[in-house]
């Protein structure tokens, strides 16, 4: 067995972890099975059909990150959908949230590439052992989690109703959401993964997958083509890195938004650490979240060329805190690490949701394209082949004798909630566990103005900035999952109390 450490988003995905360490897998086919199966078994956060990023730093070697991002479809003659094919949502979820949904909603997706990189590039183990776990569970049904209820109580009819499948999976005999901790049987799921399982990724891009979703988007009105997902590659890029009290972190880079953002929020800290979270700390944390974010709203989510507006950013914090005051400007995550010094973090996505799901696949389809928060553009989003905007950044550290994989869902709570717990763990000396689960703030720009939402227990001082104050800690805050091994003090790992996270930790 390997000596691994995985934090993720459920007891059944921990399993899945703990089986492919037994059979001899490292950090990332630990990662691939347990985020596998947390896509596969989280309806309604989460989907196979969607996006994802890998980020992996190697034992021997330089990291990189795997862009499994969704990308714009139309290669081969597909047409940008009509609006007049699509419905537009408003859920309660999260203090109000508008969404588009149905097939032309439905950008090309990911993920699958993204974990087969990384499994040929970088695991030991057989590609079919990383999935079997997940052909088990949908094929024997999986409770469903009080984090996905929650969800679906919002957007199980509006959005995960639309389908025959679907709905009957989620709902009984008289149209009721079923009740947290159901046994969930989602009709073809089963099938397909073990289409997976035995045939690879390549059933999903070029096979008998890869026609039922397109077929299915075009009849619906979407731009989905056979030759989008045909072309389609997951690309590995150079990641961005940030050094913050002799820790070297490295996330996503540009074109995603995500690891920008965060290396942006943790540059300002960089040069003035927060020791403790004081009265001048907790504003300066407002104060930098609402710049970033600020600057992400009006620059980054509409930029042609991101890499040049990060690179604006970047220089405008540290410009800012240089001197000490500014003058004035749906995912799941999983984090492994092994004794051998290998690291590996996977955030994916399958954005709302476009509650389509092609006949016998079992499959939801993302709504990458109806994200209206994140992809400002539209269904007309650019080019065929662009990758859509992402907040996800799935990151790796090292120090000396200790390596670290971190990341979490959320949304655009993502990076802040990253930012927080970095803080936390490597300026303020809490451990792990203490880090992940410490209250958090969040910035929430808005076109009406910025307001801020605060967990019990942040203390924050008099700000001229409206408060929503949650009455307990709240999966809206994201959902941090981290696992960290030392080599003189072995594993550390902890999931996130928000989300109905488990680890799994394997010493040998």
Known sequence: MTRVAVATTSALAAEAAAEVAELGGNAVDCAIAAAMLTMNTEPGVCALAGSA????????????????????????GGTAGSLSDTDTVDMAYGGGIRTTVGAPSVAVPGTLAALDRASRQYGRADWRALVEPSVRAARDGFP?????????????????????????????????????????????????????????????????????????????GGALTRDDLRQYR???????????????????????IGGATLAAMLEAFRRQPARQWDAMSLGRLVEVQQLVLGFRREHLDLADDVGAEAAKLLAIIREAFAGGRRESASTVHTSAVDADGNACAITASSGYGSGEMPARTGLWLNNCLGELELNRHGLDAGPPGRRLPSNMAPGAARRTGRVLAFGSPGADRITTALQQFLINFIQQGMNLGDAVAHPRVHVECRAGGDRLAVEPGV?????????????????????????????????QVAADPRREGAVFVSDG
């Open 53 to 76: 990023y890998v980020t992996v730093w190697p034992a021997a070697g330089d990291p990189v990150s795997i862009d499994g991002n969704a990308a714009v479809p139309g290669i081969g």
């Open 144 to 220: 469903l989690s009080a984090a996905c209820h929650y969800y679906l109580g919002y957007s199980g009819l509006p959005v995960f109703g639309r389908s025959i499948d679907g709905y009957h999976s989620l709902h009984d005999e008289n149209g009721t959401l079923r009740a947290a901790g159901s046994r969930i049987k989602v009709p073809w799921l089963a099938d397909s993964l073990a289409a997976i399982a035995r045939e690879g990724a390549s059933i999903f891009y070029e096979g008998e997958l890869a026609s039922a979703i397109t077929n299915h988007v075009q009849e619906g």
């Open 234 to 256: 997951a690309i590995v890029r150079e990641p961005l890195f940030v050094e913050l009290d002799g820790w070297r972190i490295a996330t996503n880079p540009p074109p995603a």
């Open 459 to 491: 203390g924050l001082p008099e700000m001229d900035v409206p408060v929503t104050e949650y009455p307990a800690i709240n999966m809206y805050f994201g959902g941090v999952g981290a696992a960290m091994h030392s080599q003189d003090a072995g594993f």
